[in-house]
């Protein structure tokens, strides 16, 4: 296949393969930055899911967003946890802080929904672990929110990976740095070892991580890490983290994290036979620029992606109406938990822990 | 100091302090793709060098190249070694395989000629240390020939650095790919540990290792690195390596070198305030691109680099001419490789090692 046959188009939904009706209604557990700003526009612009419920702590902001999103039910924690209004949706959106996942999960898997949760679905692995087996038990899907998975960029380095155009991958670098303070006040939960699970390395870490496990189809088979903390505000949880990863085949992965750096993110793949180079892979200041090389040839993609948290509800919306097995699914989370979990007792006992 | 002033012009000679008269006569020793393809051109374009005698094995390729470079006089390694036309020659480059550096640095020291010597500059720390000994008690100059170290690109990085520009540096990334059996063929002296010292790490990963260190004024406290070989090829050295360097102020720097991977070069710093990027740093097949962000501003670099082997022999002429002690100095190549030396231990032992 030649290169630019994988361009063509670049946003072409691989995974839709047959034609839906209705939408997914939807409620959503958690009225965060994300949710509000990326999460609740992305599901009102998609295609098969509607927000209908918004369960929030804050009846102000909820009433807020009620009104702006068109939301008809609005309910606090314990309302949702205790069924309320639990007729008018099908499917729960867990975006509140990590340690809450649960609680609210399971409150979904007991009425029957299907949840798209955010990553890192827990902050251990037996947590995570517990989660997967509950919706498993109660027959309905569970998703983590990878958005990257969905995104066209990810999906067409995937592909090209998997036909083997550059080659066998050697080695892979990807990083991630967001200025967490420049964003938001140092009292966040992200900071909050409780309610986080750690610190740069689970919340943007996991973006390069989960993502070469993606690209290259494979699990790590053992990883070394190394966390630092400089600032007061960071004494509980990882500032920054540089992490290597192994994976069969002998490829590696070199990661790193940060939350007080210049916001910058990008992914390289460096294959036998070529290249592929992304730039702003996870969200960074800089917009996704893709390169590949082999040969004598460097090709970039020059369009414009679409927005991957649209194709993210909208992948969500469409494996709920057909009764597909999502991609990203709890299991992935579970394992990311895992070599998290793992990640940091390197980091403690300055040893590779196999995985 | 504004972004655009470190750039007016690039490849301002920023070692250059004084004028200088005359030349120094070289004898190239050893006439290797590397010695043929960018020594001798570099020498014959630049200011204070000339080459008047070379050393090689070969009768018939000398002689050609004699002529080609207008050399006078031509001797085999033992003449060389016996002092044959040392009254033409006032400075030795030294560009044999590795584990043959010792015993013509040694009968350079010896004649009282400077020495300019190939990177690495011996296969062993113990065996590095005695060659700087050897050269401070003869009384000559010796310069590691890293030519990344006076190429504009490096040279510019570091003054951005320094100054703070882009904040504290956090986390560096830096990658250097070259499948040298498209170049070579597989019996090559860079296949041979008892000639080379290693693989990968020593011929290209010394290119992340010495320019990180360049450009952070600093040398790492530990490192923990990880080699394989999957091609019969390379069953005696290291095809592929992954190391992570820490530096004091909690630095690190993610490494990684191939023998047998697409060409690519990477360098990446990212600070607290900012970040630069270099693709083709260490020669892969892409120019040096070299793009500088903070804020919310991006710029590039887009003029035309200069030759850096040729700053590089200039360096060496005038910091002889002038009695100046070169940046990269024999120390400068011993830390780099007592830093291999300690990453070849820690891929054996799978353990940090402390430097």
């Not at 046959?5 to 009225?31: C, H, I, K, N």
């Not at 986080?196 to 993502?211: C, E, F, K, M, R």
């Not at 960071?234 to 992965?253: C, K, N």
Request: aromatic share 10%; charged share 25%; hydrophobic share 40%.
């Amino acid at each position: 296949m030649a290169l630019e046959d994988y361009f063509q188009p670049f946003s072409r939904r691989d995974w839709e393969r047959e034609s839906v009706d209705g939408t997914v209604r939807m409620a959503v557990v958690g009225l965060g930055g994300f949710a509000r700003n990326r999460g609740l526009p992305a599901i009102a612009a998609g295609e098969y899911c509607e927000t209908t419920t918004l369960v929030s702590g804050s009846p102000e902001k909820a009433a807020t967003l009620a009104e702006a999103f068109d939301v008809q039910h609005v309910v606090d924690y314990e309302a949702y946890k205790n069924g309320a209004a639990a007729d008018a949706y099908d499917a729960v959106y867990v975006a509140t802080p990590n340690a809450l996942h649960g609680e609210y999960v399971r409150a979904a898997a007991d009425l029957g929904k299907h949840v798209i949760c955010e990553k890192p679905l827990e902050t251990t692995t037996e947590l995570a672990r517990e989660l997967v087996n509950v919706c498993a038990e109660a027959g309905v899907m569970l998703m983590t929110a990878y958005r990257i998975q969905l995104g066209p960029t990810a999906r067409r380095t995937r592909e090209i990976v998997d036909d083997g155009y550059i080659g066998d991958v050697v080695q892979v670098y990807g990083g991630f740095s967001h200025p967490v303070l420049e964003a938001t006040s140092p009292d966040t939960w992200r900071l909050d070892p409780d309610l986080a699970g750690g610190g740069a390395l689970v919340d943007l870490g996991v973006y390069p991580l989960n993502t070469t496990r993606f690209l290259l189809k494979r699990d790590p088979v053992a990883v070394n890490a190394w966390t630092c903390s400089l600032e007061p505000a960071f004494a509980e949880v990882d500032e920054h983290v540089t992490f290597t990863l192994r994976f069969p085949g002998q490829i590696t992965a070199s990661c790193t994290a940060s939350f007080n750096a210049h916001a910058n993110s990008h992914l390289r793949l460096v294959g036998t036979d070529g290249m592929i180079s992304i730039s702003g892979p996870f969200g960074g200041v800089v917009p996704q620029r893709m390169v590949v090389e082999r040969g004598e040839f460097s090709v970039e993609y020059t369009g414009h992606p679409d927005d991957e948290v649209g194709e993210e509800f909208d992948y969500f919306g469409y494996c709920v109406l057909t009764g597909t097995e999502p991609g990203p699914s709890g299991r992935d989370g579970l394992e990311d938990v895992r070599v998290i979990d793992a990640a940091y007792e390197s980091a403690e006992t300055e040893q590779w822990v196999e995985l």
